[in-house]
Nanobody, 121 residues
Framework: QLQLVESGGGLVQPGGSLRLSCAASEFTLADYTIGWFRQAPGKERERVSCITKTGTSIYYVDSVKGRFAISRDNAKVNLQMNSLKAEDTAVYYC????????????????WGKGSLVTVSS
């Protein structure tokens, strides 16, 4: 059973940077496509980024393109977040699936508990 843990969240001023990491407590993430999602209070959960098993396909939602960068190795997946805006404030979740695609189709059976990112002055 895959258990995911996010780390790196916190409070940052607008324009600042944070790096989120997603890791498995027991297994390597090498066999999984990893997605990052976020949810702000009163808003729908949003898919932010995704990276396939081999790292050959990457997805970013338009609002974070040029500011966020996803990367991976066999141990963990990182989401580097730069030029943060107040609108980025949310709980960020990583999720995993064996489906080798960043398509919007398909589900995400494995989820972390989330890491809060607050962007505020």
């Amino acid at each position: 059973q895959l258990q995911l843990v996010e780390s790196g969240g916190g409070l940052v001023q607008p324009g600042g940077s944070l790096r989120l990491s997603c890791a498995a407590s027991e297994f390597t993430l090498a066999d999984y496509t990893i997605g990052w999602f976020r949810q702000a209070p009163g808003k729908e959960r949003e898919r932010v980024s995704c990276i396939t098993k081999t790292g050959t396909s990457i997805y970013y939602v338009d609002s974070v393109k040029g500011r966020f960068a996803i990367s991976r190795d066999n141990a963990k997946v990182n989401l580097q977040m730069n030029s943060l805006k107040a609108e980025d404030t949310a709980v960020y979740y990583c999720a995993a699936r064996t489906f080798s695609s960043c398509s919007s189709l398909g589900g995400w059976p494995y989820w972390g508990k989330g890491s809060l990112v607050t962007v505020s002055s």
